[in-house]
């Protein structure tokens, strides 16, 4: 039997099953996806919502989900956030692991109720034990400040750890944090430094600092400047000051390599203008002018040349996340 007679006999099977009720709520939450995703009619139909609704009246968990998020964003309705806590709670109270994660999320926040962090961790406990990585990730946090429970960095490194391992790449860069600082854990610097380089490669910027620096210093790995280099770079064009700070100290002291003081202008120059921290930016408006009295004209002309086009390459960056 071919996979086309064995989904549509399969199929059949299921509508028997359900006694031949063309308004299941399984049959209306497949309505409802088809027209969301535009299988032979608009994207937004209202018939997608109402269909999505119908399901959820019975009882479906799914929908109710669905519904918590349309009412949470506005989709096809007004931004409703006591109406998405109505709907997550029916999908949540049926064990959906995500509609758990969100109800704690709007506890937390208290958006659509009271502000609850007890219950917050509640739902968010009840999600991360059924492996929602999310809600594992929301877990540790919370007993990394000791919001809605006693601050114990052993337990959020557990959970970080169940989250890392399913690629939450933010779980990945915390974790990395705990083991470089031995925040509730041994410090261990190759582990820290592979955390990073795995959320880096998920596109994480903190984490590509992080690691840009490791190589930097050559703690937890081989101080390389090219790989140095290489990840400060993709963290300063996606706009992280510091690292565009550091690139610049980085070429101005000849850390790994001969000292660069043009390269070292125009990344100063860069942090001077996208930081909004006063304090950064006068760090390196200071450094820039340190640098500039050592350059001839030339130089000055290549420097401020090649800032211009580093700045356009992170407001090009920016506007690519966005």
């Known amino acids: 039997m071919n996979k086309d007679c064995r989904t549509h006999t399969a199929r059949f099977a299921f509508f028997l099953l359900l006694s031949l009720v063309a308004s299941s709520a399984a049959a209306q939450l497949h309505a409802g996806f088809s027209i969301d995703i535009g299988q032979g009619v608009p994207v937004g139909d209202v018939a997608a919502m109402a269909s999505t609704r119908n399901a959820a009246e019975q009882g479906y968990a799914k929908a109710q989900f669905q519904l918590g998020i349309a009412h949470l964003a506005g989709r096809d309705l007004l931004p409703d956030a006591a109406g998405a806590v109505t709907w997550f709670r029916k ?14 999320n709007l506890y937390l926040q208290g958006r659509g109720m009271a502000r609850d962090d007890t219950q917050g ?3 968010l406990g009840q999600s991360a034990a059924q492996g929602f ?3 594992q990730f929301g877990l540790a946090s919370l007993y990394r400040v000791g919001q809605g429970v006693k601050r114990d960095d052993a337990t959020a490194a557990g959970w970080l750890e169940k989250a890392a391992a399913q690629g939450h790449v933010l779980a990945r860069t915390m974790l990395g944090t705990m083991y470089a600082n031995g925040w509730g854990v041994n410090v261990d610097l190759p582990r820290a430094a592979r955390l990073f380089r795995l959320a880096a490669m998920q596109g994480n910027v903190e984490a590509q600092f992080y690691l840009g620096m490791m190589y930097v210093s050559g703690q937890g790995v081989t101080a390389d400047w090219d790989a140095a280099e290489q990840w400060l770079r993709r963290a300063a064009e996606q706009g992280h000051v510091i690292a565009q700070f550091n690139l610049g100290t980085v070429y101005i002291g000849g850390a790994l390599r001969a000292s660069d003081y043009v390269r070292a202008y125009a990344w100063y120059e860069v942090a001077a203008l996208f930081a909004t921290d006063p304090e950064w930016r006068d760090r390196a408006r200071t450094l820039r002018d340190w640098v500039a009295a050592r350059l001839s004209p030339v130089q000055t002309t290549e420097a401020r040349r090649h800032a211009v ?14």
Do not use: I, K, Y
Request: hydrophobic share 45%; glycine share 8%.
């Open 121 to 123: 961790v509640r739902w």
């Open 133 to 135: 990585a999310p809600a």
């Open 309 to 322: 086009e580093l700045g356009a390459a992170v407001l090009s960056t920016q506007s690519a996340r966005r």
């Open 91 to 104: 999908a949540a109270d049926q064990g959906h692991a995500e509609a758990q994660f969100e109800l704690g």
